[in-house]
């Protein structure tokens, strides 16, 4: 048995953005709204949306494909691809195999996980075990967030339609020297509260049609006020823990990373947790709520904007639809 001691952390970032930009000007002409009510009650200015026969998928290769590289490693390195998403192009095949086929990442086994928004910080989670446990001998493992929300958001409900943009962001995770890398990480769902955020898929009940009142029913729907009370507690608490998992004050984090779902909801649990709101990294302003995929865009833009050394305690937090909820406690290796 192997006395090799290691970390978990990440070994390349990569992101893919849609070039096309919905502002909040463009929605005054959509819907009832005006960049004063959206400012005001998310932080959002704009968000990036696909082209409307462009695939999700796409934006997921092109981001995986800049992590591999950053990784300097080849796609054929890859033994796992993990994609999180809740805006599949399709059922079958899966998103990851779609991409696996796209990267030619031709040894890799792959497979998609949905929990919502907390998606990258499940992912995260799962890749971390695999390569703990050796299992199948996994050295490298990709794992996306790949959202095309635009194809799914109800442009006539003035509630939704002005938190949602397109995104993906990819991770490549290995092994890295100890003490750096994943410290801890949590996981947590409740579904005696998914009925505050739902999209039909193959089949739907009374209670979510009668909320939907625009002809096209495969639409999301959110019950804001609920979201928004769960989201500020379970950001704090999800934070909270992966730091007394490993005895780490919040003095001794550098910066946290949140899921970028509205600027309310960012404040509220920085308040909450009483750290400076220039201590939560945001650029919810311009991309808006892009579910699996804000995290790691963030973290990425949080590290080309310099804020980010080797040995940084980072916190990346998530909530989203399920309900779920997760946190990724992590020393940065690079």
Same mark, same amino acid.
Not at 2 to 8: A, L, P
Not at 74 to 82: A, F, Q, R, V
């Given at each position: ?10 070994? $390349? ?7 096309? *930009?919905?502002?909040?000007?463009? %929605?005054? @002409?959509? /819907? !009832?709204? +005006? #960049? ?97 446990? $050796? ?7 990709? *794992?996306?967030?790949?959202?095309? %929300?635009? @194809?799914? /958001? !109800?442009? +006539? #409900? ?116 009483? /750290? ?59």
């Amino acid at each position: 048995m192997s006395n090799e001691r290691f970390g978990i952390g990440v070994l $390349g970032l990569g992101i893919s953005i849609p070039k096309n *930009v919905l502002t909040n000007s463009d %929605l005054e @002409k959509m /819907v !009832d709204t +005006s #960049d004063e009510w959206i400012m005001k009650r998310t932080g959002i200015s704009e968000r990036r949306i696909l082209d409307k026969d462009q695939p999700a998928f796409e934006l997921g290769a092109e981001a995986a494909k800049m992590a591999i590289k950053d990784s300097g490693l080849t796609p054929e390195d890859i033994d796992l691809i993990i994609v999180a998403t809740e805006t599949p192009d399709y059922l079958t095949p899966s998103t990851s195999c779609i991409i696996h086929k796209l990267i030619g990442a031709n040894k890799a086994a792959a497979f998609d996980l949905n929990a919502a928004c907390s998606g990258f910080m499940y992912g995260l989670t799962v890749a971390k075990q695999f390569l703990e446990n $050796g299992f199948n001998g996994y050295k490298n493992i990709l *794992v996306i967030g790949c959202e095309g %929300l635009s @194809k799914i /958001v !109800d442009y +006539s #409900d003035r509630a939704s339609c002005i938190l949602f943009g397109d995104g993906a962001g990819a991770m490549v995770v290995g092994k890295v020297e100890e003490g750096y890398g994943i410290l801890s990480s949590y996981m947590g769902a409740d579904g005696s509260l998914g009925n505050n955020i739902t999209m039909p898929c193959c089949s739907i009940n009374e209670s979510d049609l009668s909320v939907r009142e625009h002809e096209n029913k495969n639409v999301l729907w959110m019950n804001g006020s609920e979201v928004f009370k769960f989201a500020v507690r379970v950001m704090e608490q999800s934070t909270r823990w992966v730091l007394d998992d490993k005895n780490i004050s919040l003095d001794d984090v550098s910066l946290i990373v949140p899921h970028q779902a509205n600027i309310r909801i960012i404040e509220g649990a920085a308040k909450r947790l009483n /750290v400076p709101n220039e201590k939560v990294y945001s650029n919810l302003n311009k991309y808006g709520n892009t579910s699996s995929a804000s995290i790691p865009i963030a973290l990425y833009e949080a590290i080309q904007d310099g804020l980010v050394k080797k040995g940084d305690n980072i916190v990346m937090v998530g909530f989203g639809g399920g309900l779920t909820w997760g946190s990724v406690l992590l020393k940065w290796n690079k």
